[in-house]
Every structure is written in structure tokens, then in C-alpha cells.
Antibody, heavy 122, light 110 residues
């Protein structure tokens, strides 16, 4: 059974940093592409970014609002996905979901974690 | 403002058929598959329709998807109270090099 468990959310001040983790199990993590999707309170879904598997180059792509501030990385030895968030702004307040995009279509997000809440406030 | 356009709300009575539209452009829906996600209150989204019109196992055949040009739609027939949820369309976008979502449609079963 595929399981994705996010952690690391919390309250942070504007300008601060936070690192989210996503522990994956039930599939071959090293072969998988992974992505983050967020949802601001009472709002819709917003794609944050993705990382390909190392065999597919390990490259990353980001949504415009987070590019240059957020970094997606992975540790295949620990089956863990990370989201390093720097220079946080209030608009980054959201539930952050770890997801598994299909390689043949990154909009096909097959599995989702339960999400972790990040609140950016002074 | 979302890249894909959906109506913010839709409603119907039990047993009715409702459709939810999703409008995009040539860089997303016009060139790539469309996906639909259902988000029940307080839960993570789940895939409802993949590759425009395919249902994952376990999704009732009351749910169907279609795509034409730069638009897509989700139809729900035989509406049930448990269908009350938020529905999102999504597609890859070449210009943005990322996944784009619709703003979501809140479905109310009257």
C-alpha cells in the first residue's frame, strides 16, 4: 500500500525558512517522480514543483510564485522527499501535500499524503 | 486567477445529472490530457478521471469525463449526497512548464 506522510509544518514568521519532509513507502521511491501541491485555507489547489527520478535526470521544475525561494530535493536512501522553503511570505500559508505524478503525465497525481499545514504570520 | 477556468459552484438534486466545465488554452488542455480530482471535506484530493475520460478502479461509472479542443467537462449522473465535494480539473501546461489547476467547483446536493 502506498503511503505518503508529510511532516515539518508549523508557524513561521515572514522571511523565515522551513523544511517539509515526506516519508514514502509502498513503492520504489528511487524510480518515482515526486511533486508538491499546496492549498491555501479555503482556496483551490496550486502546484508547487516536482523532482524527477535520478535515472531520469533528477531535475526540478517550479511554479512561478515559488521559483528561487523553494527547493525540492530527495533522499532515495531514506525514501524521503523534501521541500525547503526560504524567504517565506504570508501568501505561502497553506496545507502542503506530497504527491506522486505519473512519469508520462505530471498532472496525473496518483497518490497524495494527508498534508501538513504551514502558517506564515508575524 | 487560475489558468484553467471552472464555475465556482454547481448544484443538483439526488438522481439528477450535473456537468462541470473546465476551460483552458492550447498550451494546456489543447495539447495534454485532462485530469479531474475530487476533494471531500477535510480530506486530500483523489483522482476521479485520468487521461480525459478514464476512471480509476473503484470510481463509479456515474462519473464521466470528456474533452474537446481546449475545454473539458466532468459529468456526474444519478447524483448522490456523498458526491458533495470540491472538484478540480488539471493539466500540464507547456508555457508554464508545470501543472495547472482549475479554481475548483463546489458541488452541492440539494
Amino acid at each position: 500500500e502506498v503511503q505518503l506522510v508529510e511532516s515539518g509544518g508549523g508557524l513561521v514568521k515572514p522571511g523565515g525558512s522551513l523544511r517539509l519532509s515526506c516519508a514514502a513507502s509502498g513503492f520504489t521511491f528511487s524510480n518515482a517522480w515526486m511533486s508538491w501541491v499546496r492549498q491555501a485555507p479555503g482556496k483551490g489547489l496550486e502546484w508547487v514543483g516536482r523532482i524527477k527520478s535520478k535515472t531520469d535526470g533528477g531535475t526540478t521544475d517550479y511554479a512561478a510564485p515559488v521559483k528561487g525561494r523553494f527547493t525540492v530535493s530527495r533522499d532515495d536512501s531514506e525514501n524521503t522527499l523534501y521541500l525547503q522553503m526560504d524567504s517565506l511570505i504570508t501568501e505561502d500559508t497553506a496545507v502542503y501535500y506530497c504527491t506522486t505524478p505519473r512519469k508520462d503525465s505530471s498532472a496525473w497525481l496518483e497518490y497524495w499524503g494527508q498534508g501538513t499545514l504551514v502558517a506564515v504570520s508575524s | 486567477q487560475s489558468v484553467l477556468t471552472q464555475p465556482p459552484s454547481a448544484s443538483g438534486t439526488p438522481g439528477q445529472r450535473v456537468t462541470i466545465s473546465c476551460s483552458g488554452s492550447s498550451s494546456n488542455i489543447g495539447s495534454y490530457y485532462v485530469y479531474w480530482y475530487q476533494q471531500l471535506p477535510g480530506t486530500a484530493p483523489k483522482v476521479l478521471i485520468y487521461r480525459n475520460d478514464q476512471r480509476p478502479s473503484g470510481v463509479p461509472d456515474r462519473f464521466s469525463g470528456s474533452k474537446s479542443g481546449t475545454s473539458a467537462s466532468l459529468a456526474i449522473s444519478g447524483l448522490r449526497s456523498e458526491d458533495e465535494a470540491d472538484y478540480y480539473c488539471a493539466a500540464w501546461d507547456d508555457s508554464l512548464t508545470g501543472v495547472v489547476f482549475g479554481g475548483g467547483t463546489k458541488l452541492t446536493v440539494l
